[in-house]
């Protein structure tokens, strides 16, 4: 039973995500503030979301994906935050139930939702996907993204967690090339994490993990099902895991030159 009505704040954080980032905004028009974190897009993102009445966007330098996230979670005003990727959409049901929830006096301190990926505009229901899930609906009092993960962020939550059960709507894939070069990034700084925990480079690892990869996704978690688009988007995973220790091999020799420049 509804309480009272509870103050909401919706972020996202972009980058060149003009032709999505409007669906975006449009389906957390419910939101009572919406604050978006630009990394400086170079694609009109930018200028439609400082035209745009009901956002307000701050641009600031990207660093990694738990620093731009905890830079925008400081800036909500509420409690309640609902926190968004630019490609997901927030359906009418999961609307009602998010408004539902925040308001019936719960006690549960962060939600998770589980996502139906979209291929272009056609559902994806397998491929390492189905039970996907995230927290996107917390209270900024009880949560905090964990310094641990720059890329795939962690939020630490102080309190119980629940799931509602409508689905996101996540619109994964735009096209190759940029599914790819999301898939690369994402591997370089995944690369940058491991190095950073000192984790090695082994071209053993490298061909099993890669390998393993879209074995899981494609055989194991039925991807086959998905047709040619199970097997674009398992191949570019897979693709993603190749990048990481090659972007490994590149950080720790280039580590090894700057050691023997400044050995005397």
């Known amino acids: ?11 996202v954080i972009t980058y060149n995500e003009i032709g999505f980032i409007e669906k975006c905004i449009e389906s957390v028009s ?10 400086f897009s170079t694609d009109g993102t930018y200028e439609f979301l400082k035209d745009h009445p009901k956002v307000k966007v701050i641009q600031n330098p990207f660093e990694n994906f738990t ?11 509420n409690d309640w935050v609902l926190f968004l990727d630019a490609d997901e959409i927030v359906s009418d049901a999961l609307k009602n139930e998010i408004e539902e929830t925040i308001s019936s006096g719960t006690e549960i301190a962060a939600f998770w939702f589980y996502r139906q990926f979209m291929f272009k505009n056609e559902k994806l229901s397998f491929s390492g996907w189905q039970t996907d899930k995230n927290y996107r609906l917390f209270r900024k009092s009880k949560a905090v993204f964990s310094d641990c993960k720059i890329v795939h962020e962690t939020l630490d939550v102080d309190g119980d967690s629940g799931i509602l059960k409508e689905k996101l ?12 070069g999301k898939m690369l990034k994402y591997g370089r700084l995944k690369a940058i994490e491991s190095f950073y ?10 061909v099993l993990k890669t390998s393993w990869k879209f074995f899981n996704h494609y055989i194991l978690r039925l991807g086959i099902l998905d047709g040619k688009k199970g ?15 090659r972007e490994l091999k590149r950080l720790e ?12």
């Open 1 to 11: 039973m509804i309480t009272k009505k509870e103050q909401l704040t919706a972020l």
């Open 67 to 77: 620093a731009q996230k905890s830079f925008a979670l400081k800036q909500a005003k």
């Open 197 to 206: 925990k000192e984790k090695k480079f082994s071209y053993v690892m490298m």
């Open 30 to 39: 419910f939101a009572d503030e919406i604050i978006v974190v630009d990394s």
């Open 169 to 180: 709507t996540h619109y994964c894939y735009k096209s190759h090339e940029d599914y790819k």
């Open 231 to 245: 097997f674009t988007i398992c191949y570019l995973n897979a693709l993603g895991v190749l990048e990481r220790y």
């Open 253 to 264: 020799q280039k580590n090894e030159l700057a050691y023997y420049l400044v050995m005397p």
